[in-house]
């Protein structure tokens, strides 16, 4: 055979998802875990029930624009505010993400803790690790059937709760109630309660780590937020290599390192990632290595910690705790703590001295400005008021900013709780008290019954020449 | 179709579209496998575990993409869901571009149009006020009028459909009537408002310059028409105007007290369309006015109209407070 050219292969550049099988993990972060799932879902599937001032607690009305938390209720001008709780988030977790890594991803990300629940449910039905691998290895059999559509069908409720709690925030969740019992849903709700299911199943089912790989834009970015002080998931290499298996010897003795190479932190890696090669970015910081390490430590009778949480330089330098503690004010993290501290500061402040009462004043166009008896001059404008709070209030309006200034129509107005009106309004000036052309003027809306209720809007009255 | 001014375009919009998509999925299918030169010990490239020289890993691990010399591209697959993804994705956009217009002037199986779904919303809130509406339209206006809720409806109407000319507070501006005041042009009763606002008005007066003689003349009659409000004129061109405006009286009677069947003004009282200075009576003499009321029946339909002329009629009917209700 003549084989001068040399030999091809043809490589695919796309691959098919491997089937992951996290073994359980068991340990203090473990539990932690548990702690997060637990608190998330009860505020999750909790938060929707509560009620509030005879209303739902937290409701996002998008069909009425209107959003109802607690005791605030939020009109679209108020968008501001919704605008800076995400900044605030945001910084947060920038600045969590450079203190302690990836620890949002590895215990409250939803991803994370939906895919916990349905490996928990997994678990339950088809077994541990190996069962489960064994099952899907083994031919279709009655018993598998069973197994799998038992599995789907309780994740599948689990996706369809989660669906409806999630519509329960934006549509009253009792009326929804009422219609899913009655199986009277408008073709929208139906449409979002299965869809936020069927993402919730696909993702925590199916998807699972392929979404912090390869969807998840904050795996990708992640790491501008890290430095050598941040804590991540290590491996100890120093303590741990040459790893390699060996009896109850001490590690001296056949100068080995602490790893035995049991590939338990791999099992239990829900990336299916090997830990021991490094900070990788599939890593979510979810520990579970850390716990099965230890326990295998414990077992062979060697101190825990050989994967940690620990920083970079802490690994390098062999820091102590407390001089990895020693370290986290640094000055990114003062810099993230800062900035936090203003914004929050400004949101609480802007949102404290919020009046529930808003005005936007529209000169008429038509009319310049017309001559009245006496030479008097008026103006015509509509007020446009709304009264954001959530009882009906009586305003008084007022005109100030010229010295002869005075309405000319009604100077009261009646409005509904957390409704809005357009008021036509006269304004009435001596042109000898202005000049020609544009003179600003401020209109002041005041409760009757609160005075601290009030705003203040400029305007600009004309007279003509 | 108007939308394109020849047929070239349409064409030219569809096969630039056809082509971009068939081109991404050409380059989809092309990308997803890749042939690479193996390197030159066979058994390196079945055996490459982490253990194995880096050279080797190096060589099957890559794209095959070569850059300077020893600039290598790694391979690390996508997953394959991603690809599927992107061929659904194609498959969509065709499926799209069958049912609905996108391909030049192609309308799209579904027959869709952005005007339909407009006509389907205002359908859909049209079923959902119109009873409302159906209900004030059997009442008779005044007592309409008298509804709290039709009033607040009205003056929404009003403030979108009437205020840029007649302003927000109805009393108008220079050209356009003031609704609040007893003052009408066609006459002030419900039916009448109503009438108006359906089918507008269209108020002419000519240019009389001619019919009137010399611009003397002219500024006689507008002199005689300010006394006949009481407003000040002087005393000789008043007497001189008097005998001209006969011309005049055709429309706004020999006692210029106007005529509501022609919409002439009345000429008695101090309220004034255009103003009431000579230099501005004088212009309206020369040059003849031409207004023109718009119909509202096609657009607003008779049932909001009926509301609107409630609310109008009110305004100056009432003690009516607009801020009261
Ligand atoms: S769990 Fe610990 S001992 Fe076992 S392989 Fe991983 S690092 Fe080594
Ligand atoms: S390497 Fe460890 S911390 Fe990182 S994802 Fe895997 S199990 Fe979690």
Redesign the interface.
Known sequence: MNNLA????????????EEIYPREAKGRYATWRWICVWLTQLVFYGLPWLQWNGRQAVLFDLGARKFYIFGVVLWPQDFIYLAALLIICAYALFLVTAIAGRVWCGFACPQTVYTEIFLWVERKIEGTRSARMRLNKQPWSVARVIKKSAKHSVWGLVALWTGFTFVGYFTPVHALMAEVSSMGLGPWESFWILFYAFATYGNAGWMRE?VCK?MCPYARFQSSMFDQDTLIVTYDKTRGEPRGARGRVTAGAQSLGACIDCSMCVQVCPTGIDIRQGLQYECIGCAACVDACNLVMTKIDAPPGLIRYATEHAITQRLSPKQIRQRVLRPRVLIYIGLLFLIVSAFSGALITRTPLKLDVIR?R??MG?EVEDGMIEN???LQVMNTAETAHRYKIAVSGMPTISMA??D???LDGASS??????VRVDPKSGKAGSNKIFFTLTALDDAGLQVKENAVFFVPK | MADFTSGFWSIYITVLTLLSIFGCGLLLWSQSRHKVVLPVDPLAATSITLDAPASAVAQVGTTGHVWDGDLTELNTPMPRWWMWLFYITIVFGLVYLVLYPGLGSYAGKLGWKSTGAYQDELKKADAQYGPLFDKYLQQDIKIVAADPQAHAIGERLFLTYCAQCHGSDARGSKGFPNLTDKDWLYGGAPDIIQTTILYGRHGQMPSMAAALGTDKDVENVAHYVLSLSGSTADPIKVIFGKAKFGSCAGCHGPGGVGNQALGAPNLTDKIWLYGGGVETIMETINKGRNNTMPAFKDFLGEAKVHVLAAYVWSLSNEKSNLYEQ
């Not at chain 1, 040399?6 to 998802?17: F, L, N």
């Open positions: 040399p030999p091809e292969a043809v490589i695919k550049m796309y691959a098919a998802r392929q390869y008429d038509g009319a017309r015509v404008y509509r129509s009604p009261e107005v009646n009106r357009a008021v036509p309004v006269r």
